[in-house]
Nanobody, 121 residues
Framework: QVQLVESGGGLVQPGGSLRLSCAAS????????MGWYRQALGKQRELVAG???????NYADSVKGRFTISRDNAKNTVYLQMNSLKPEDTAVYYC???????????????WGQGTQVTVSS
């Protein structure tokens, strides 16, 4: 059993910063790619940023230059540093991890519960 627990959301003024964290807990697993997604009210969930196990990153055009994704493999944690936040960044942010269990050869994507980010003055 693996759980992803997110933290770091909240209310911030336009131009401000927030740092989201997502930690995976459990045992007997390895983590492959990780990513952050967001879903604004009335809209579809979209990819914000992704990072491979080797550290290669990709970003949505809307956040390039403002957001940075990183990971600490020793802590099974992925981060999203969000700077120069805009009202249109308001959404529930979810982390996703591709997780495999070497002993059983089972693999699947796991999602966190989501954390609200609100950018407003």
């Amino acid at each position: 059993q693996v759980q992803l627990v997110e933290s770091g959301g909240g209310l911030v003024q336009p131009g401000g910063s927030l740092r989201l964290s997502c930690a995976a807990s459990g045992s007997g697993f390895s983590i492959n790619a990780m990513g952050w997604y967001r879903q604004a009210l009335g809209k579809q969930r979209e990819l914000v940023a992704g990072i491979t196990s080797g550290g290669r990153t990709n970003y949505a055009d809307s956040v390039k230059g403002r957001f940075t994704i990183s990971r600490d493999n020793a802590k099974n944690t992925v981060y999203l540093q969000m700077n120069s936040l805009k009202p249109e960044d308001t959404a529930v942010y979810y982390c996703k991890a591709g997780i495999s269990f070497p002993l059983s050869r089972y693999a699947s994507d796991y999602w966190g519960q989501g954390t609200q980010v609100t950018v407003s003055s």
